[in-house]
């Protein structure tokens, strides 16, 4: 499969396995992983990802300067993965755009597993910034991102190890490669 140029857009909200899928999709087809995010750029700033949450919240420039720096990297030359929560609606022109879901215990149990901290605290604190992003999405962008219908596959990773995942991604895109030089398809076309 040739894929240098493909653009796969990898979203779901935090612990759903985004980023860990992505990294893999990007390394099995040689493709840049591009994975900016709040946590990136509090790193950058030197301040902790709750204080960039709580900014946020009044301030929509921290939206606007992962989003925008996001999109503006997945954009340059190339291919890539671009694994964020709203990288199937910042990148409408993905040739995939893949949805990943897990149940709130999941996902909490996830998070746990990465950053330590009391589980029941690390539950109310993701359905709280599930809550908060939700709502500044809304606001920004105009996006549902619990509408997700736009999507060109969908995966619950309940039950799923992040790499059966990212091979079921890359033989979705394999299906939606064209014969011709590798280039991919639209949507919907029956390959």
Not at 18 to 45: C, P, Y
Not at 84 to 97: G, N, Q, V
């Amino acid at each position: 499969m040739t894929t240098p140029t493909a653009r796969i857009a990898v979203s779901g909200k935090s612990g759903c396995g985004n980023t860990t899928v992505s990294r893999l999709i990007a390394d099995r087809l040689g493709l840049r992983f591009i994975n900016f995010t709040f946590r990136s750029l509090a790193s950058e700033k030197g301040i902790t990802l709750h204080d960039v949450l709580r900014l946020a919240k009044d301030d929509d420039w921290w939206d606007r300067a992962v989003d925008n720096r996001q999109v503006a990297l997945a954009r340059s030359d190339g291919g890539c993965v671009l694994g964020s929560r709203l990288a199937i609606w910042m990148l409408p022109e993905a040739d995939l755009k893949v949805y990943l879901r897990a149940s709130d215990e999941t996902r909490a149990r996830r998070i746990h597993a990465r950053e330590g901290g009391d589980l029941s605290e690390i539950a109310a604190f993701t359905a709280g910034r599930d809550s908060q992003d939700h709502a500044r999405y809304l606001e920004l962008y105009g996006i549902d991102n619990d509408d997700y219908s736009i999507a060109d596959l969908v995966v619950d990773t309940d039950r799923l190890g992040p790499e059966e995942i990212a091979e079921m991604v890359v033989e979705e895109l394999g299906r939606r490669i064209g014969a011709e030089g590798g280039h991919p398809v639209p949507p919907g076309s029956i390959l």
